[in-house]
């Protein structure tokens, strides 16, 4: 797989990852998440990573710098589904994630982003134009 596909969901990108993420990889959903931010406009970005087992330092440093990139675009980042060995790991590299907000599964992290994001136009954030 060369890419990771990116659902926009009203307001909010939703990115599930069902593949081991290997370097380029992550790289290549960097890049393609931020343009698709950048694109349409998004207010949030959802990360689910329930399929992964592994999280190398590279893979969390990426995740981190896709928070970074995602708030300077005026997008906030929820993280999903971390297993209990990715989180001990991720500890044990010292890793914090900042700008990263988590929640345990897809629609905590949807509403966190509902009650949390302001979108231009209606009362509920969001204006209602599409692609």
Known sequence: MDRIPILRMGPFL???IQVDMHDKLALTLQ????SRISDVGARGVLIDI???EIVDSFIGRTLANIASMSRV????????????AVAITLVELGMSLPGIRTALN???GMEYLR???IVEGSGDGWDGSED
Not at 73 to 84: F, I, K, R, Y
């Open 115 to 117: 009650q949390n994001t």
């Open 14 to 16: 939703l990115v599930t």
């Open 106 to 108: 897809v629609e905590l």
């Open 73 to 84: 675009l005026d997008a906030e980042t929820v993280v999903v589904g971390m297993q209990p």
């Open 31 to 34: 890049d393609d998440l931020t």
């Open 50 to 52: 329930s399929s992964l």
